[in-house]
T-cell receptor, first 117, second 114 residues
Framework: AQTVTQSQPEMSVQEAETVTLSCTYD???????LFWYKQPPSRQMILVIR??????QNATENRFSVNFQKAAKSFSLKISDSQLGDAAMYFC??????????????FGKGTKLSVKP | EAQVTQNPRYLITVTGKKLTVTCSQN?????MSWYRQDPGLGLRQIYY???????DKGDVPEGYKVSRKEKRNFPLILESPSPNQTSLYFC?????????????FGSGTRLTVV
C-alpha cells in the first residue's frame, strides 16, 4: 500500500527565517505526482506546490521550493523568508498516474507550522 | 468563479438518521473525490469518481455511499451515521486524474453525530 509520512507533527520558525518540512513516501510506481497543500485556520485547502516524478528539476513557487529525491522517496518543502501568514497545517500528498492507484490520493498526517514574530 | 461547493458547512445529527452532504463543481472536472480529516490522521480518502457513473472505494469507504449521475455533482451519503463518523469532510475535484492538474477543494463540512 502507498504511504506518505510526515515525521514532524509540529514545527516552529522565526519570522523571516527559513524552515524545511519533511515528507517521505512509499510507492512502487515509477511515475506519480507529489503535492504540498496548506490548511490555515479557515480550514480551506490551498495548493502550495506540485512536482512531477519524471522531472528531475525541483519545483519552485516564489518563497516555496521543494527538494525532491526520487531514489530516496523524499519530498521536503522549504519555506524561505517565513511570514506570519505561513502559519498553517501543511500536508504532503502523493497520487498515481495510471492503473489501480490512479484515483487514489494519499496524504501525510500533516505538520503544524507556527511562525513567531 | 471556479469552485467546489459543499453543503452544509456544519451539521449535527443523531445516530441512524440518514444524511447527504452535497458537492458540486462548476469547472467541468472529470475527477471528484471525498475525504475525511481527523486529528492526527490527516486526510483519508473515502470514495472517488474518475468520471460519470464511475466510482471506486478509497481507504475508508465503510459506512458511506456515493453516486455520480452527472458530471458536476458527487454527493456523499451516510445511510446510518454513527458517532465514529464525526469528522471534517472535504470534497475535491480535478480536471482529469493521472495528470498534473492539481486539485480544488471545497470548504469542508463539519459533521457531528450524537
Amino acid at each position: 500500500a502507498q504511504t506518505v509520512t510526515q515525521s514532524q507533527p509540529e514545527m516552529s520558525v522565526q519570522e523571516a527565517e527559513t524552515v524545511t518540512l519533511s515528507c517521505t513516501y512509499d510507492t512502487s510506481e515509477s511515475d506519480y505526482y507529489l503535492f504540498w497543500y496548506k490548511q490555515p485556520p479557515s480550514r480551506q485547502m490551498i495548493l502550495v506546490i506540485r512536482q512531477e516524478a519524471y522531472k528531475q528539476q525541483n519545483a519552485t513557487e516564489n518563497r516555496f521550493s521543494v527538494n525532491f529525491q526520487k531514489a530516496a522517496k523524499s519530498f521536503s518543502l522549504k519555506i524561505s523568508d517565513s511570514q506570519l501568514g505561513d502559519a498553517a497545517m501543511y500536508f504532503c500528498m502523493q497520487t498515481g498516474t495510471y492503473g489501480g492507484s490512479q484515483g487514489n490520493l494519499i496524504f501525510g498526517k500533516g505538520t503544524k507550522l507556527s511562525v513567531k514574530p | 468563479e471556479a469552485q467546489v461547493t459543499q453543503n452544509p458547512r456544519y451539521l449535527i445529527t443523531v445516530t441512524g438518521k440518514k444524511l447527504t452532504v452535497t458537492c458540486s463543481q462548476n469547472m467541468n472536472h472529470e475527477y471528484m473525490s471525498w475525504y475525511r480529516q481527523d486529528p492526527g490522521l490527516g486526510l483519508r480518502q473515502i470514495y472517488y469518481s474518475m468520471n460519470v457513473e464511475v466510482t471506486d472505494k478509497g481507504d475508508v469507504p465503510e459506512g458511506y455511499k456515493v453516486s455520480r449521475k452527472e458530471k458536476r455533482n458527487f454527493p456523499l451519503i451516510l445511510e446510518s451515521p454513527s458517532p465514529n463518523q464525526t469528522s471534517l469532510y472535504f470534497c475535491a475535484s480535478s480536471f482529469r486524474q493521472g495528470q498534473n492538474y492539481g486539485y480544488t477543494f471545497g470548504s469542508g463540512t463539519r459533521l457531528t453525530v450524537v
